[in-house]
C-alpha cells in the first residue's frame, strides 16, 4: 500500500511539473513588447522563438543525465537554467540591462533547454513508476502541460493585468518554486518496475484523475476570457491552484482499491514476423516494446515517417502558436492576443487528454495509436483553408481552437508511441531525439511566415502601420501565402503518419491478438486450479 500510495504521488508531481512549467506556451503575450525593446525585425523576433525552440536539440542530453544522475539533481538544473534565461531577459525587456541581440538569442536557447529537461523528468519517473499503464500516465500527466499559458495568464492577471513584460519574470521563478515543492515526493526510495496488483486493470485514481483534469481544463476555458481585473483574476486562480494542489491529492487514499476494468497487459511478443513482401512494409518495427538504440532508431523507416508526421503536425501547431501574437495584429484583433494563446492552451490541453482515449476504451474499440496519431492530425489542414479564405475574429478563434486541439494530441501521443515502438527503457533519450524536429521546424516555418511578413511590409500594395516606432503590417495578405504553405506541409504530415499506421497496423494487431490469447490461458489455468 505504501509503494502504490507513493506511486500515485509521483504522477501526481509530475503533473504539478507539466502545468507549472509550460512557459514556452506565453511567447506570443510578451513577444510585441521584446520586439519594441530590442528594436528589432519581425524575422529577428522570429529568430527568438526558434532559439527557444532549439533548446530542444538538446534534450537528449537530460535523458542521458537521467542514467547518471539523480532525479532531483536534473530537476533543479533546469529550473535554475530557467531563471538564468527567463531571468536575464526580463531584465533585458525592462532595460534595466542592455544585452546584445545575439546574447539574447543564447537566452532564449538555454529557456527552451530548461523546458524539454522538466518534460524528460516527468516521462521518466512515469515509464519507471507505471508498468501496464504506462502510456495511460504519461499521456495524462502531459495534457497538463497545455494549462500552462492560461495558468500563467492568471497569475499575470493577478499581479498586474496591463504588464504583459511581466510573464517572463513568471516564466523564471514559478518552475523553481514548483520543483522546491516537488522535491518530497521524488526523493523518495525508487520504485520498482515489477507490475503490481492495481497495474492489471485500469484503476479509479486515472479515472478520477482525468474527471479533475476535464473540470480544470473547463473552468480555465470558461473563467479564463473574463479575469481582466485583478480582484476577479485572483479568485479563479485561486479556484484553479484549489483543483490542481489540493484535489489531485486524494489519489494517495482509498481510491486505488477499486477497480473498473481488469485487463492483463503482456510486453511484446517475440515471435512476430514481417511475411509482406511489399516495399511498404520492409524493415518495419515487428515488435511493440523493443529497446532501439541510437543507430538502430536514426535507420529505421518508422523513425522517419515518425519524425516527419510530428515535425508537420505538432510542431507546425506550435509555430502557429508562436506567431499568433503577430497573426492577431495584422488581422486587426491585438487586443485579443491574450484570450487567443489562453484558447490555444486550453484547446491544446484538451487535445493532450483525447490521447487518453486509445487506453480507457481499448477493452472496447483497439486501435493502433498510430492511427489515432493520424486521425488527430486531419483538424491541422482544415484550419489553415479557413484562414486562408477568411481573416475573420470567428474564423480565427475556429483555426486557433482546432490547431491546438490536434498538435496537443501529437505532444501527449507522441511520447507514448515512442515508448511503444521504440522502448520504453530508452524512451528518454529516443524521444528527445525526435523532438529535434522542434527547433528544424520552428526555424524553417517561422522563416518562412517572417520572410512573408517583411516582403508585404515592403510591398507598396499593402497597408503597413507604425506602433511605437515599430512597422506593422496589417491586413489578411500579412500571413494568407504563410497559410497556403502551412496548409500544404500539414498534408505532408497526415501523408506520412498515414504511411506509419499502414506500416503498423498490423504489429499492433498481433500484439492485441497475443494478449487475449494470453489471458485466455490464464483464465483456464486458474479455472484448473479452483477445481482441483
Request: with cysteine; hydrophobic share 45%; proline share 3%.
Amino acid at each position: 500500500m505504501v509503494r502504490e500510495s507513493r506511486k500515485w504521488m509521483v504522477l501526481v508531481t509530475t503533473i504539478w511539473i507539466q502545468a507549472f512549467t509550460g512557459t514556452n506556451l506565453d511567447f506570443s503575450s510578451y513577444s510585441s513588447d521584446m520586439k519594441l525593446a530590442l528594436g528589432i525585425s519581425q524575422v529577428q523576433l522570429n529568430y527568438l522563438s526558434v532559439a527557444s525552440d532549439f533548446g530542444k536539440a538538446f534534450g537528449w542530453c537530460s535523458g542521458v543525465s537521467l542514467l547518471y544522475f539523480p532525479t532531483w539533481f536534473v530537476l533543479f538544473f533546469a529550473a535554475f537554467v530557467g531563471l538564468f534565461g527567463y531571468g536575464l531577459q526580463w531584465l533585458v525587456i525592462h532595460q534595466i540591462i542592455s544585452l546584445p541581440y545575439l546574447l539574447v538569442l543564447l537566452l532564449s536557447l538555454l529557456s527552451g533547454c530548461s523546458i524539454c529537461w522538466f518534460n524528460t523528468v516527468c516521462y521518466v519517473l512515469c515509464i519507471k513508476s507505471f508498468e501496464t499503464n504506462r502510456a495511460l500516465a504519461l499521456s495524462l500527466s502531459v495534457s497538463f502541460n497545455g494549462l500552462s499559458a492560461a495558468i500563467y495568464n492568471l497569475v499575470a492577471n493577478s499581479i498586474n493585468p496591463n504588464d504583459k513584460k511581466l510573464y517572463l519574470l513568471l516564466n523564471a521563478v514559478i518552475p523553481l518554486i514548483t520543483s522546491i515543492v516537488s522535491l518530497p515526493p521524488i526523493t523518495t526510495r525508487h520504485l520498482s518496475n515489477e507490475p503490481s496488483p492495481s497495474d492489471n486493470h485500469i484503476p479509479t485514481n486515472f479515472y478520477y484523475l482525468t474527471a479533475l483534469a476535464v473540470i480544470t481544463g473547463l473552468y480555465l476555458l470558461v473563467l479564463n476570457p473574463i479575469s481582466i481585473n485583478v480582484s476577479i483574476a485572483r479568485f479563479v486562480l485561486s479556484g484553479a491552484i484549489f483543483l490542481l494542489v489540493v484535489l489531485p491529492h486524494l489519489v494517495g487514499f482509498d481510491l486505488e482499491g477499486s477497480s473498473v476494468d481488469k485487463e492483463t497487459e503482456t510486453r511484446s511478443p517475440n515471435d512476430f514476423s514481417d511475411s509482406e513482401s511489399n516495399d511498404l512494409f520492409k524493415d518495419r518495427v515487428v515488435v511493440l516494446g523493443e529497446e532501439h538504440s541510437t543507430r538502430v532508431l536514426i535507420r529505421s523507416r518508422d523513425f522517419w515517417l515518425y519524425y516527419v508526421a510530428y515535425l508537420c503536425g505538432g510542431t507546425l501547431g506550435l509555430v502557429y502558436s508562436n506567431n499568433l501574437g503577430q497573426i492577431s495584429e495584422s488581422l486587426g484583433f491585438h487586443s485579443d492576443v491574450g484570450s487567443l494563446v489562453s484558447l490555444y492552451s486550453a484547446c491544446s490541453f484538451f487535445g493532450r487528454l483525447l490521447s487518453t482515449t486509445p487506453d480507457f476504451f481499448r477493452h472496447k474499440i483497439y486501435y493502433a495509436r498510430t492511427g489515432w496519431l493520424a486521425l488527430a492530425l486531419i483538424p491541422t489542414p482544415f484550419a489553415f483553408l479557413l484562414l486562408v479564405f477568411s481573416d475573420s475574429k470567428a474564423t480565427l478563434v475556429t483555426a486557433t481552437a482546432m490547431i491546438g486541439l490536434s498538435s496537443g494530441f501529437v505532444f501527449s501521443a507522441a511520447v507514448s508511441i515512442t515508448s511503444e515502438l521504440f522502448g520504453p527503457n530508452r524512451a528518454g533519450v529516443n524521444h528527445n531525439i525526435l523532438i529535434t524536429n522542434i527547433p528544424i521546424g520552428s526555424l524553417l516555418y517561422s522563416l518562412l511566415a517572417a520572410l512573408i511578413y517583411e516582403a508585404n511590409i515592403g510591398n507598396s500594395d499593402k497597408i503597413a502601420a507604425t506602433r511605437d516606432g515599430s512597422t506593422v503590417c496589417v491586413g489578411r495578405d500579412c500571413y494568407r501565402d504563410t497559410f497556403v504553405w502551412w496548409w500544404l506541409i500539414s498534408l505532408l504530415g497526415l501523408v506520412s503518419c498515414s504511411l506509419l499506421f499502414l506500416r503498423t497496423k498490423a504489429t499492433y494487431k498481433r500484439m492485441q491478438k497475443q494478449k487475449h490469447s494470453t489471458q485466455t490461458t490464464l483464465l483456464k489455468s486458474f479455472s484448473s486450479y479452483d477445481e482441483s
